[in-house]
């Protein structure tokens, strides 16, 4: 998750951000080639990387002594309670990887047609997923 998901999804909202007005509404001239090429790229490695997960036999949510993001902080779980917590419901973890891999792969689709409104509105959709899996694998205190 901390190699693609995360960095490579931070990608798709900074560079499809710029897709919006001033009104917050979408605008697609608003970015060039490299900008949909980011999304694009960036959008496709992040949903690879959901379906490998969602396709995995046994999901390990770090390795033995590795901490993850955030562990320590107030209201975050660390490695061994998001473990337990995807044990716990390994289904709903990949049905929610899956979700979000095809949220990406609209917002990659939109990309490719140059449709601002559709990348504006997978990326709305890909925020509310990150959550939704966040809420209940890594920060369940903010249920």
Not at 109 to 128: C, E, L, P, T, Y
Request: proline share 3%; glycine share 10%; net charge negative.
């Amino acid at each position: 998750m901390k190699d693609v998901v995360a960095p490579k999804t931070q990608i798709v909202w900074d560079v499809g951000n710029k897709a919006m007005n001033d009104k917050g509404e979408a605008d697609a001239s608003r970015l060039a080639d490299d900008d949909w090429k980011q999304i694009i790229e960036g959008g496709s490695a992040v949903s690879a990387s959901l379906k490998a997960l969602a396709g995995a036999d046994r999901l390990k949510a770090a390795q033995p002594g590795v901490k993850i993001q955030s562990e320590g902080n107030p209201g975050a779980w660390g490695a061994a309670d998001v473990q337990k917590a995807i044990d716990a419901d390994p289904r709903g973890f990949k049905e929610l990887a899956m979700k979000l891999a095809t949220a990406l792969d609209a917002t990659v689709a939109g990309a490719k047609a140059r449709n601002g409104q559709a990348v504006q509105d997978g990326s709305s959709q890909i925020d509310g997923l990150c959550e939704d899996c966040h809420k209940q694998y890594w920060y369940p205190n903010l249920k």
